[in-house]
């Protein structure tokens, strides 16, 4: 333990706590800019500097330990003029085109020179004129905004383990860019949009396709259809002002129907259908005799690293489609058919709190109705931009019903959203299917929660199946590497890229951090709690969607539009150019 | 053992090199040859003898003769007239030139100083470690294997008061004991050559001179703190410094003094280079060790420090190559006696390379505590041209600008900063009264926007700042805003910056403010230049 007199106050903390957390326990509130709660210790912007007492240089709050009996003082003349001139250099070399920024309002760097009062600059402001990277279809890099605060760097080595965002450069040049100055799309990159969590200005950010969207829905010809993922309803409401952890389904609903969209169907539905058809996978596989372990696909994030990364393990994911693309596919054929609407004018659009959706969406082989099957995919963040432009009185919306015939859904989908969710769902039905008894619990509690990698085992008649989890893509390439090295065996395995599970995909809205990732994946679990159907093969439209379509799970129709391949890739960049 | 009647020493120093050292050598031995000398005269190439820029230089012994820029075509001469007739050639020495004396052991010159680390240099053949151990090498690693405990040795370094010379100035003995106190399976010495500062070049000259000091400073630091383990860190363009460390590793393991089981004591030390490729950051320990690492070459975030968390996150001691030099005649012969040189509060010598306006540049070494008179008119011949003195910058790019007032400050770790400026790595760059100290200011601050690894914000964008606005001074667009703006900024970095780099780039303009102000306000005021000389 130490006790360290901060700003006059004296605060007992235990040794090796930082200034900054030491302060946070009297209330004092330091400044930070680099500094993110999950992410390692940057201590680069030294915005957080203060004085100690008996040091000649004034030390990072954020990354300096505490010792027995040091005085703090957090708020001298010099602390200002430091932090000041430590901003203004940062200002001055960052644009100022705010207004027209996505992150306007939503910005750390703003917040900052507010809270400061920054009213000057002193120094000349200049741009470093760098390009945009629009190369992939979920991310837009704008390296000029980048303050070099390196903590997508962070993400994207510790959390993700794609190290694909980088230091390049020297001094004033420094830039974080991909491997060789390349773009992202010629780069081992998973899409997954941490970075953009990660980044507490406008240099990343998702690629903005509401255009596309309003588009369609001023189009008189096109039917438009939206599907929204199961994590996107704990989330919505964050755009709109509310606290993390409320569930918004109905009201959801209801303002999409009032953005104009013809049709409000449930990803939740396809969600369920991909239970049925993974858990008959899994269930082959066992009886197959392999390849085992299974690894789940419903993660586009975690499908793109797997390709670049582990593509001797490509044999081991699912077949089965993400349960977008299996809601892509079927709005075009099953509901088309079902509706009477030529697939042609169906313009399919999806919720998502992903950005590696649009990059799912948009690869060939998603198109098995002979159309791209999903449209357009927009994150959370989009349509709350959709909404609050549209003023839409959210917290005033009656709660409605997603559309028939692809509206209804059970609890098992709903905790698709979080880590653990899809196992989960998918040990509800794998048992019941193959037991042909009835689960004696259906809560599965050691698959749920925030530990990087869980396991559980179940019972299947006489059969141990052992399954693990992994959340985030460091996390999962451990296991993976596990599995690869035969150091644990395991049956099934579900992958999430993000963080907590969808809950903390790279579309979610902006502040998403470890907290507020587990409140909302808990918010899903009491959501799964309260529904009436929790096993995805008691959904009822499922049953009618196998009777009047697919007729058996693993058929010839499911075959042909709820399962796909997948491609290796290289970890390397793709052109043959040498780097320099 | 051969015994010779005449031993020639020619310089093999890289400046010398770069002069045709090695021409002359080998005219020197075909000479000798010819004249059937060649069992009686021995040519040895040495490491740096001092005056870097009298090159060839070459010593002859018993006499001590010091002939300064030699040429092959000057060789027969020496060759017949001294070793064979024993008359010395004296227009070819130094007396009446530049140097103005024609013995190396000149009172003006090599009395001056006190030769601790340079023991070796300029006098044994680096490349036999025979001549090291016959003067006295080997013997100090001998003592602590033999009759000392680890905790001997560093209390040892303690009480001699040697700080690290590679100008951060930290107790030596302190940084050892805090290694030595981890609990770890693995442990590091690193030897810090990767040398960096402008000007500077007294690590390079160490190595090349006397290669096995280093190595057995090395042993030594590695048997006080449990370390089996080392690895010199040098600047990859310091080609003759890795092949003089190549070939005295291999010669040190050859005898046992290196390896498995040294000298049956039942400690074993290996080392390993790495060379840098180039970064002036990496001389940082933290980057230096990053760069070690395989990773971009940039200082961590301290604490914790190298000393418990270093090298593959182990106790690591780093070192710089003179600390390291001095190691062995401590231990040999003790505290006392190093405390008997330089200073009480800073004990010992300091390698200087003086450069710039000063009629004998090069290598010397003196007491601390000496005054940058005694420097400059005394040992390195005073201002060429009959020029005034303007100012001396001490410790390299990043130390202070000194004005005549500063003559007669004592040169030490602990005076120096208290007049703003540094000792630092022991780089001397002087400067006459012809330049301008604006322009001056304007070339270090682009070396700093250059070699700025860019990782925090006050030294990233900082280093460039200062740059752009010396820039605008220079070219005579400056206002007293700026001045003011510059002074903001330096105490800005100075006092937030991550590591030494972006702590120190600004200390030259914050004493070139400090002394010469009005030279800077007359750009302003004026646009105009006193000195008369720079662009404006």
């Known amino acids: 333990m130490a006790v360290v007199t901060i700003d006059g106050q004296k605060v007992q903390v235990d040794a090796g706590t930082t200034i900054l957390e030491a302060a946070r326990k009297l209330s004092i509130d330091i400044p930070t800019l680099c500094h993110h709660p999950d992410l390692e210790v940057q201590a680069v912007c030294r915005v957080c500097v203060v004085e100690i007492e008996g040091e000649k240089l004034l030390q990072p709050a954020c990354a300096y330990p505490v010792r027995d009996n040091m005085a703090v003082r957090t708020n001298t003349p010099d602390v200002r003029r430091a932090r000041r001139v430590n901003l203004e250099l940062i200002l001055a070399h960052h644009p100022t085109d705010c207004l027209q920024c996505v992150r306007n309002q939503n910005c750390e760097l703003q917040a900052l020179a507010e809270r400061l009062g920054m009213r000057e600059v002193r120094f000349e402001h200049k741009l470093r004129g760098l390009r945009l990277d629009e190369s992939t279809p979920s991310i837009v890099r704008e ?220 690869r060939p082989e998603m198109a098995s109705s002979g159309y791209q099957d999903v449209d357009v995919v927009l994150t959370s963040r989009e349509l709350g931009r959709m909404m609050r432009e549209a003023g839409i009185d959210f917290a005033n919306l009656p709660n409605e019903e997603h559309d028939d015939p692809m509206g209804i859904s059970t609890g098992a989908a709903a905790i698709f959203g979080a880590t653990g969710g899809v196992m989960e769902a998918a040990l509800r039905t794998v048992y019941e299917v193959a037991t042909g008894l009835d689960l004696p619990s259906i809560d599965f509690h050691e698959v749920r929660g925030l530990e990087g990698i869980k396991e559980a085992e179940v019972m299947l008649g006489n059969m141990k199946v052992r399954v693990g989890i992994a959340h985030g893509l460091a996390n999962s390439k451990r296991i993976l590497e596990m599995v690869r090295d035969k150091e644990r065996e395991y049956h099934f395995i579900e992958i999430m890229a993000c963080p907590g599970g969808c809950v903390g995909g790279g579309g979610q809205p902006i502040p998403t951090n470890m907290e507020i990732r587990g409140i909302r994946g808990n918010a899903l679990y009491e959501a799964d709690r309260l529904l009436p159907l929790r096993k995805s093969h008691d959904n009822p439209a499922i049953k009618q969607l196998y009777e009047e379509f697919l007729m058996q799970p693993l058929g010839e129709v499911s075959h042909r539009l709820l399962h796909t391949h997948y491609t290796k890739r290289s970890k390397y960049p793709v052109s043959k150019d040498t780097c320099g | 053992m051969r015994f010779y009647r005449s031993h020639v020493l020619v310089c093999g120093g890289t400046p010398c090199v770069l002069e045709g050292c090695t021409a002359v050598r080998d005219a020197l031995i075909g000479e000798l040859k010819r004249l059937g000398l060649d069992e009686e005269v021995r040519v040895v190439e040495t490491g740096c003898l001092g005056p870097c820029d009298l090159g060839p230089v070459i010593v002859v ?441 972006g702590q120190s780039a600004p200390v030259p303009i914050m004493t070139m403010l400090k002394y010469f102000r009005d030279e800077f306000e007359s750009h302003i005021k004026d646009r105009l230049c006193p000195t008369g000389t720079c662009r404006l």
């Not at chain 1, 005799?289 to 490509?314: N, Q, V």
């Open chain 2, 61 to 501: 012994y018993p006499e001590g003769t010091l002939y300064e820029k030699v040429k092959v075509s000057d060789v027969p001469r020496i060759v017949e007239e001294h070793l064979l007739k024993g008359r010395i050639v004296r227009s070819l020495t130094g007396e009446g030139r530049v140097l103005g004396i024609a013995r190396y052991e000149e009172p003006q010159y090599l009395e001056v100083q006190e030769r601790i680390v340079l023991r070796n240099c300029g006098i044994i053949d680096p490349s036999s470690i025979e001549e090291y151990i016959a003067a006295d090498g080997y013997r100090a690693l001998a003592k602590c294997l033999t009759e000392m405990e680890p905790s001997d040795v560093i209390e040892v370094v303690k009480e001699s008061g040697l700080v690290g010379r590679g100008g951060a100035a930290f107790p030596t003995g302190l940084k050892w004991n805090f290694t030595a106190k981890a609990d770890a399976d693995e442990k590091f010495i690193i030897c810090n050559a990767d040398e960096g500062e402008p000007g500077t070049f007294k690590d390079r000259l160490i190595l090349e001179g006397d290669p096995h000091s280093i190595i057995e400073a090395m042993a030594i630091a590695g048997y006080a703190v449990g370390a089996n383990r080392g690895f010199v860190y040098i600047r990859g363009e310091y080609g003759l410094s890795i092949d003089r460390i190549n070939e005295g590793i291999k010669q040190a393991k050859a005898m046992g003094l290196l390896g498995e089981d040294i000298l049956g004591s039942g400690f074993s030390f290996d080392i390993e280079i790495r060379r840098g490729a180039g970064a002036y950051v990496c001389g940082e320990e933290t980057a230096l060790i990053e760069s070690m690492e395989g990773g971009r070459g940039e200082p961590r975030v301290k604490p914790p420090y190298p000393s418990t968390h270093g090298f593959l996150g182990k106790p690591t001691v780093v070192n710089n190559v003179e600390t390291l030099a001095n190691i062995p005649p401590i231990i040999l012969d003790g505290s006392d006696w190093f405390r008997g040189f330089g200073t009480s509060r800073c004990p010992g010598t300091k390698v200087f390379t003086m450069t710039g306006d000063i009629n004998c540049k090069g290598l010397i070494e003196v007491p601390m505590g000496i005054t940058l008179r005694k420097i400059i008119y005394e040992i390195g011949g005073g201002i060429p041209g009959g020029r005034k003195f303007k100012m001396a910058q001490t410790g390299g790019t990043s130390g202070g600008c000194l004005p005549a007032e500063m003559l007669d400050v004592p040169m030490d770790y602990f005076t120096l900063p208290e007049m703003g400026s540094a000792l630092g790595s022991g780089a001397l760059l002087i400067m006459d009264d012809s330049h301008c100290i604006v322009d001056i200011a304007e070339s270090f601050m682009r070396f700093f926007a250059s070699e700025s690894c860019g990782k925090c914000v006050p030294c990233r964008e900082g280093t460039a700042r200062l740059h752009d606005i010396v820039k605008k001074l220079a070219e005579g667009n400056g206002t007293g805003e700026d001045i003011r703006l510059l002074e903001d900024l330096s105490h800005t970095m100075q006092r937030t910056a991550l590591c030494g780099l």
């Open chain 1, 143 to 362: 390296p000029d905004k980048c303050i070099v605060c390196r903590r997508c760097v962070a993400m994207c080595r510790d959390v993700q383990a794609a190290t694909v965002l980088w230091p390049v450069g020297r001094g004033q040049d420094t830039v974080v860019v991909p491997a060789c100055e390349r773009d992202l799309a010629d780069v081992a990159c998973a899409l997954c949009g941490q970075c953009i969590h990660a980044c507490p200005v406008g240099a990343i950010a998702e690629r903005d396709d509401t255009e596309k969207v309003y588009r369609a829905l001023a189009d008189p010809t096109k039917h438009v259809v939206v599907q929204t993922a199961p994590a996107t309803r704990v989330s919505i409401g964050e755009e709109l002002g509310f606290p993390p952890g409320k569930i918004f389904t109905g009201k959801l609903v209801a303002a999409l129907r009032r953005l104009g969209f013809d049709k409000v169907m449930d990803t939740d539905f396809t969600a369920d259908l991909t239970i049925i058809e993974e858990g008959h996978e899994l269930l082959k596989r066992i009886k197959e005799g392999g390849p085992l372990p299974l690894i789940t696909s419903c993660s586009p994030g975690w499908i793109k690293f797997g390709e670049h990364f582990f593509p001797d393990l490509l044999d081991h994911v699912s077949t089965c489609k993400s349960p977008q693309q299996m809601f892509g596919a079927l709005v075009k054929t099953y509901y088309a058919k079902k509706a009477g609407i030529d697939p042609k004018d169906i313009f399919s659009v999806s919720l998502m709190p992903c950005t590696a959706k649009k990059f799912e969406a948009e």
